[in-house]
């Protein structure tokens, strides 16, 4: 078995593979101020509730847009499950053809997902990642599957908490689609605004690419915490894969060993 962990601004998420066979998966809010011993009793924890013993781990990857936490994660599986674990960084192929201004500037998180696209979705025409997390994201890959560079918008999240701690009686709500985009309530009207704000965003924008890539076939493949909820209110997104980043660290995972092995 190999764990794969995907660190994000906001969340942790935690993948156990056995084989190609996903055994479980979870997550956790990113906090700077825990150590490695308690992100280890956490995982610990899970690994017991799911009747998986640490030493059944025989290795790991992970990705990280938070550097200050690099070293508490590889401790904690170094501590934890003996483990020295792969990381996402330069080195490590990805076999990702990078097109951007400085390759070193594309987050980790949008070089896995864009490999795990090409991987499972890979069909010959230009695709269109979006990923809805801490920031919304839009990659664009060509039909040679190179990544020719992208979008980066204010996250969801992110956003309701703008909207709640700049006003005095804003209160936060769930993210949630309303029944009516004429809302009768303050909640509502929050929700509506939220929600198919975002759609909106999400539709005009994917519209440009696929105008100056030419191609209106182009796959768009949505992933992240609020996928499903906006993918349910625009038409532009073909499929949601919210599984996305961790299946491409496994694939990472898998490559880098069979590079390590010839």
Avoid: W
């Amino acid at each position: 078995m190999i764990i794969c962990i995907d660190v994000g601004n906001t969340n942790i998420k935690y993948a156990i593979f056995d084989g190609d066979a996903l055994r479980f998966s979870y997550r956790v809010a990113t906090d700077l101020k825990k150590t490695s011993d308690e992100y280890g009793a956490q995982l610990i924890g899970m690994l017991g509730f799911n009747r998986i013993s640490p030493k059944e781990i025989r290795g790991g990857i992970f990705s990280s847009v938070v550097p200050s936490l690099d070293y508490t994660i590889e401790h904690m599986l170094g501590v934890y499950l003996g483990i020295s674990p792969m990381q996402l960084a330069p080195g490590l192929k990805t076999g990702l053809n990078i097109k951007a201004e400085n390759a070193r500037e594309v987050g980790a998180d949008r070089i896995v997902n864009n490999v795990a696209a090409i991987r499972k979705y890979g069909c010959g025409k230009p695709m269109i990642v979006v990923d809805f997390g801490t920031a919304t994201t839009f990659n664009v890959l060509n039909a040679d599957y190179e990544f020719i560079g992208g979008v980066i918008a204010p996250g969801i999240k992110g956003s309701l908490d703008s909207l709640v701690n700049g006003t005095a009686k804003l209160p936060r709500v769930e993210i949630e689609a309303p029944k009516s985009v004429i809302a009768k309530n303050t909640v509502t009207n929050m929700q509506a605004g939220i929600v198919f704000g975002f759609a909106g965003l999400v539709e005009y924008i994917v519209k440009k690419i696929k105008k100056e890539l030419k191609s209106e076939d182009a796959l768009t493949i949505a992933t992240g915490g609020f996928s499903e909820t906006i993918s349910k209110e625009t038409s532009c997104i073909d499929l949601v894969d919210k599984m996305l980043t961790l299946n491409g660290l496994k694939y990472l995972y898998d490559l880098n060993c069979s590079e390590e092995t010839t």
